[in-house]
């Protein structure tokens, strides 16, 4: 074809775009892809839910598995401790009573 403005330039024929889905399909089809993409959405909402869910139980658990391990070594921590001031007292009173017999022995007296 030759543009009639200009005799050398050819003009282009208009592209030929392609219908929407939505324009040539049934609606009943239409519709049921909807509702097949809502199954599929409301199925993967579920398995998000369960996942939520699971992944919940699993940080309790992991929670009171390390509250038990901390309460366990506190415990072994308490006992250290209780065990460290019993031998301090009782270099304590070793030590008072190695003092007073040195006391004695240096002033004499038996």
Partial sequence: ???????????????????????????????????????????????????????RKAGEKAAREAARVAAEAISRVEQAVKSALQLAELLKTTLIEAAATIDKKLSGKR
Avoid: C, Y
Wanted: no cysteine; glycine share 0%.
């Fill in 1 to 55: 074809m030759v543009n009639q403005n200009n005799p050398n330039k050819k003009t282009e024929k208009p592209v030929e775009e392609k219908p929407k889905k939505i324009m040539v399909q049934p609606l009943p089809q239409i519709l049921d892809e909807i509702e097949n993409s809502i199954n599929l959405a409301d199925e993967a909402a579920k398995n998000a839910r369960e996942a939520a869910e699971e992944a």
